[in-house]
């Protein structure tokens, strides 16, 4: 039997044709991380759960992966008067669950649904139009489905519903909460938790997580006044006419829009019937797309599959520069819906405002407009203000400062006295360019020894790299900013015996953050308030490469494609060699790939384990053999491995070399950026 899971149920809420393609990855590219391991590690989903168990202690658990035994198992347990359950399995007709934590008492059931995600126990989950709030909105038809199913599936029980949550308003009154569950995972692939040391209440301390009893919003999104489909009238009006239905809900009268939806997605999914496709802004971030390699390996790619029914679409069409591919354009999805699907579609009154920011810079409809002209022209060429770039130079001092941050937020508390969720600065790079043009790696800073809080620690390091002169500094985005803000509540809080000092340096390189200033902690944006390179690429520079992204993985290789005097100077080996670097030998940044382009410097970045003798390797289940550290998101996996996974020293020190590699990448990037713009203006 194919059932249908909460899992694919969310999913075909978000778009009902994705549930043909999914669990199909030798026949379908699928770009999600469906790796439990990798997901626990980012989002602590695993972790929380374990906490959730020994919360409610004397449990049973149902590890058994056949479903018909589950579901067996299950209704053993549940004949007993007073029962705990952790992964209890129901079925009803094509729909399955299990259930994070099931009590049972007489004929009272409590649904208790697990989620990593954090939370306050005044939690509003509707926005100002009495709508459920987006940021609730999966949760809640989570919980929704499975209490649909575990009703049906045992109608003689009062079931309860609640939904459990980290609670950030709490601080952990024990050090290493996390530690004490940490992840792993068999040669299967399933991950585990293996707990550590004692977890009765006494040890575990503060109460970290917080249920929300949700069985009144459950009931009202069962009725359908909370809930709207994702399919059209007309199939809902024409569900009983499914053919191949279950004549039981054929001939049902009275189905609600939310069951008809689940039995519609049920039915199809059952059959492995494609759902037809509605296209539009959601598919942006479709995880079916393939990749050339993908399809050369004769994989298929579920996006274009869709477009090709929906809007008619030729292979050529997928060359073109699309209306979905604008940078943040709210028209977008009016525009695809009228069938203009082409950049070349778009007229200069739909975007309406200013195209020149108050600075003289790009406005972001400017931005907007910009990007489908040079793309419809077919130019190859970036677009460069410079006389905003000289204006920029010239409020510059020297020595300028470029520095990069990774950080992680636990949903369990590394440390005593932290919360749910609270910012982790784990490491920096800086890269110092002095008046007279000289580049060096200058610094940085890992401090990733598992069980260490590494925060003030980190601010201290900061301060000795950036602290003694007047310079410039630079970051690229928000997050630094953010993280500087968050540093500084933690120390308002502290009782570090140099707080005022390191408040004091924080604020110096800073400006307040809108929830700094919520708080009521807010303070003066310092005279070395950071100046952020991307606003400089949002104001003044656009390359076609970039299809409409301002991450720095996409205008580094976009810059180097543009600079034939970067390219000069960096195809020979001269950084790590007259350019100082902490982390490389002498090594060319620029070099070309097949077509003759200059590839990303991060995609040449070497696998964590690559060249490492197999008797150090404690178990290569931590790291597959082609896992690169390349990004933000892998960098605090990388910090949560370290943290709270069994590793050699060996394994531990190569994670090291490989996010310390990284993160002197995004800050080379950084300067290269600038050296581009500086050689652009003369």
Known sequence: MRYLTKSRFNLALDCPTKIFYTRKKEEYSDRSSDDDFLQSLADGGHQVGALAQAYHPGGTLIDTLDHAEAVRRTDELIQQENVVIYEAAFLYKNLFIRTDVLLKTGREIKLIEVKAKSCTPDENFFNKNGKLNSEWKTYLHDIAFQD????????????????????????????????????????????????????DAQSLGERMLYAFAVGDIVAR????????????PEDLLKF??????????????????????????????ERDERIAPVIGVHCKGCQFQAIAEEVAAGKKDGFRA?????????????????????WNWRGREAKIQAGQYFQRDARKPDFPKEHVAEDGGLSAQGRQ?????????????????????????????????????????????????????????????????TADGTIAHAGQSLLAAPGVYPNFDFVRALQREIGHDAGTVFRYAAHENTVLNQLREQLLDSNEPDRAKLIGFIESITHPTK????????????PRDMVDLRDLIMKAFYHPAMKGS??????????????HFLQRKYSQPIYGAEIPSLNFSPFPVVELDQNGLVQSPYLRLAPVL???????????????????????GAAAVAYGRIQFTDMTEAERQRVRQSLLKYCEIDTLAMVLIWEYFKNEIG
């Not at 005593?416 to 800086?430: D, I, K, L, N, T």
């Not at 301002?550 to 180097?560: C, H, Y």
């Not at 690559?610 to 550290?629: Q, T």
Request: with cysteine; glycine share 8%; net charge negative.
């Open 221 to 232: 999104i069962q009725t359908g006044e909370l809930f709207s489909s994702a399919l059209t």
């Open 610 to 632: 690559d060249g490492m003798e197999p008797e150090l390797i404690e178990s290569e289940l931590l790291y597959g053999e082609e896992e690169v550290i390349k990004e933000g």
């Open 550 to 563: 301002n991450s720095i993985k996409a205008v580094f290789p976009a810059v180097l494609n543009s600079s």
């Open 148 to 199: 649909y199913v575990l009703r049906k599936a045992k109608p003689g029980y009062a079931v309860h519903a609640f939904l459990m949550c980290a609670d950030k308003s709490k601080r952990a009154t024990v050090d290493g909460l996390n530690r004490r569950f940490q992840i792993s995972r068999d040669a299967g692939g399933r991950t585990s938790i293996k707990v550590v040391g004692r977890i």
């Open 306 to 326: 869709c477009w090709r029914e929906a809007a008619g679409f030729q292979e050529a069409d997928f060359n073109q520069p699309q209306t979905l591919d604008v």
């Open 369 to 433: 407009w910009l990007q489908c002209e040079m793309s419809v022209a077919g130019l190859s060429q970036p677009y460069v203000d410079r006389e905003y770039l000289k204006r920029s130079f010239g409020s510059w001092r020297y020595p300028l400062h470029f520095i990069d941050f990774e950080t992680s937020m636990a949903a369990l508390p590394y440390h005593v006295g932290c919360r749910p969720y609270e910012q982790v600065a784990f490491q920096f790079s800086h890269h110092l360019v």
């Open 515 to 526: 929830s700094t200033v919520a708080e009521g902690r807010g303070y003066s944006a310092g």
């Open 240 to 269: 009983s006419e499914l053919p191949g239905l279950d004549p039981e809900l054929s001939q049902a009268v009275g189905l609600t829009d939310f069951e008809k939806t689940i039995f519609f997605y049920a039915h199809h999914y």
